[in-house]
């Protein structure tokens, strides 16, 4: 079965540190793999996706992530946080190359001043 | 700005009455979608339209009825709701449901409250 793991449901980071943020995924057939950010009182936007091209996915707001096969991960970097990425993150896999996805359960990032 | 359109913004309806929820885009995708998020949880898929056509319906109550006239439109009518409804309904659309192809754009959600 797929799953869909975040570590932390809660991240803080001081402006301007890295931002990293865990996603670790089960999955019996090779994953499409996502990340979506989403600020309060709205709806998803999405930052980038693994869909079997290069494993290193470059996405915006100077986002990216890295899928590492041997470790079932696919974790979420910015090398400098800023105030305005203070939001929710999901992680997401999807089932059979559909929008029918299995989210984690998310992660709250938080930025210190 | 969002690019699919979600209204009202806000709901609050009690258990006994209709109301329906509205969701357009003018991109020209083809497939739509309606989810359910509680609150501090991620969303849950409820019903996905392709091509106009219900594709996929994750075993909703029937309190929920989604409709799609045309492909642009997708309603999501309501009816003898229960307090565990009260959630953020989010609409989303797609070019197609090849998660290949253009991304997912969500609409800001309906915020319902049941009384």
């Known amino acids: 079965a797929q799953s869909v793991t975040q570590l932390g449901s809660h991240v803080s980071v001081s402006e301007g540190a890295l931002v990293l943020l865990r996603c670790n995924y089960s999955s019996s057939v090779p994953p499409y793999l996502f990340w979506y950010v989403q600020y309060p009182n709205q709806g998803l936007q999405l930052l980038l996706k693994?869909?079997?091209?290069?494993?290193l996915v470059k996405g915006i707001n100077g986002f990216e992530a890295e899928f590492k096969k041997s470790e079932t991960s696919f974790h979420l970097t910015k090398p400098s946080a800023h105030m305005s990425d203070a939001a929710e993150y999901f992680c997401a896999v999807s089932l059979s190359g559909t929008y029918k996805y299995i989210f984690g359960t998310g992660t709250r990032l938080k930025v210190l001043a | 700005d969002t690019e699919v359109t979600q209204t009202p913004k806000h709901l609050v309806m009690g258990m006994t009455n209709k109301k329906s929820l509205k969701c357009e885009q003018h991109?020209?995708?083809?497939?739509m979608y309606w989810y359910k998020q509680k609150a501090k949880k991620p969303p849950e898929l409820m019903f996905v339209y392709s091509y106009e056509k219900l594709s996929i319906n994750e075993s909703v109550p029937s309190r929920f009825s989604p409709e799609c006239p045309n492909s642009s439109l997708l309603n999501l009518h309501l009816h003898a709701l229960q307090p565990e409804d009260s959630a953020l309904y989010l609409c989303?659309?797609?070019?197609?449901?090849?998660?290949?192809?253009?991304?997912?754009?969500f609409g800001d959600g309906t915020r319902l409250s049941i009384l």
């Open positions: 693994y869909t079997s091209a290069a494993t």
């Open positions: 989303a659309s797609s070019q197609d449901e090849n998660i290949r192809n253009a991304p997912q754009h």
């Open positions: 991109m020209g995708h083809r497939a």
